[in-house]
Nanobody
Framework: QVQLVESGGGLVQPGGSLRLSCAAS????????MAWYRQAPGKQRDLVAA???????NYVDSVKGRFTISRVEGKNTVYLQMNSLKPEDTAVYYC????????????WGQGTPVTVSS
């Protein structure tokens, strides 16, 4: 059974930082490249960062140099450290296996909301 539980979101001022956590079931964490996605109001859900099982990370251009994705084996946990946050980072953040068409993934957690505002 797939389980994804995101946490760590909140309200932060521009320039601030947050660290998101995702507790994943072993069936997905141990089998796939993991990713963080975000969905802003009225927009589609987009992949933000991904990390392979060998810890190779990739980011979309808009977050490069500001966000860091990591994974901890044994804890089945994926993190997203977000620094220098901008208002345009405001969204609900989700984790899941990395997939080019997230709309095709059938299971999602509840997500964790991030609001960047002064």
């Amino acid at each position: 059974q797939v389980q994804l539980v995101e946490s760590g979101g909140g309200l932060v001022q521009p320039g601030g930082s947050l660290r998101l956590s995702c507790a994943a079931s072993g069936s997905i964490f141990n089998s796939y490249t993991m990713a963080w996605y975000r969905q802003a109001p009225g927009k589609q859900r987009d992949l933000v960062a991904a990390i392979t099982r060998t810890n190779i990370a990739n980011y979309v251009d808009s977050v490069k140099g500001r966000f860091t994705i990591s994974r901890v084996e044994g804890k089945n946990t994926v993190y997203l450290q977000m620094n220098s946050l901008k208002p345009e980072d405001t969204a609900v953040y989700y984790c899941n296996r990395a997939w080019s068409r997230p709309q095709e993934l059938t299971y999602w957690g509840q997500g964790t909301p991030v609001t960047v505002s002064s």
